[in-house]
Antibody, heavy 118, light 108 residues
């Protein structure tokens, strides 16, 4: 059974940094692309970025809104995905989800809340 | 990047009604299209994937169709638990994933 569990959400001041983690199980982690998606309060869903798999050299891609501030990494030995966030802004306040697709079927975690406020 | 246009943004309907939500992609995504239901404070729940595959445990009154750039989600007979917000998502991995703007389904 695929499981994705996010952690690390917190209240952080504008300009601060935070790292989210996503612990994965139930599939061969290194074989799959892993993505982050976020949802600001009362808003729709926004793709944040992606870590490709070992076959695609773990290439990362980012939304324009976070490029240069956020970094996605992964540790295949720990079956874990990370989102390092720097220079946080109030508009980064959101629930952050990690997601993956297995044979075309989507799987989502429950999300981690990041609040950027002074 | 692929843009997803979802309509309507709001839909009012009665229990028992048949409703349809439409999603249009700016370029072909084949059948890499999912539909989600979301309730306040919860993660999106998968209803349909690969355009027409019903997620395990999802009632059969939900169905999806389409391919290429035009997709629909149909609820054949609305139940009280179905009043929620619905999103489509394209997941063609040659492009960033993208979502429709959402459809809020309200009780009339």
């Amino acid at each position: 059974e695929v499981q994705l569990v996010e952690s690390g959400g917190a209240l952080v001041q504008p300009g601060g940094s935070l790292r989210l983690s996503c612990a994965a199980s139930g599939f061969i982690f290194s074989d799959h692309y892993m993505d982050w998606v976020r949802q600001a309060p009362g808003k729709g869903l926004e793709w944040v970025g992606r870590s490709k798999n070992k076959f695609d050299s773990y290439t990362t891609e980012y939304a324009a809104s976070v490029k240069g501030r956020f970094t996605i990494s992964r540790d295949d030995s720990e079956n874990s995905l990370y989102l390092q966030m720097h220079s946080l802004r109030t508009e980064d306040t959101a629930v952050y989800f990690c997601i993956m697709f297995l044979y075309g079927e989507p799987f989502w975690g429950l999300g981690a809340l990041v609040t950027v406020s002074s | 990047d692929i843009q997803m246009t979802q309509s309507p943004s709001t839909l009012s309907a009665f229990v028992g009604d048949r409703v349809t939500i439409t999603c249009r992609a700016s370029q072909s995504v084949s059948t890499w299209l999912a539909w989600y239901q979301q309730k306040p404070g919860k993660a999106p729940k998968v209803l349909i994937y690969k355009a027409s595959s019903l997620e395990s445990g999802v009632p059969s009154r939900f169905s999806g169709s389409g391919s290429g750039t035009e997709f629909t989600l149909t609820i054949s007979s609305l139940q009280p638990d179905d009043f929620a917000t619905y999103y489509c998502q394209q997941y063609n991995t040659y492009s960033p994933y993208s979502f429709g703007q959402g459809t809020k389904l309200e009780i009339k």
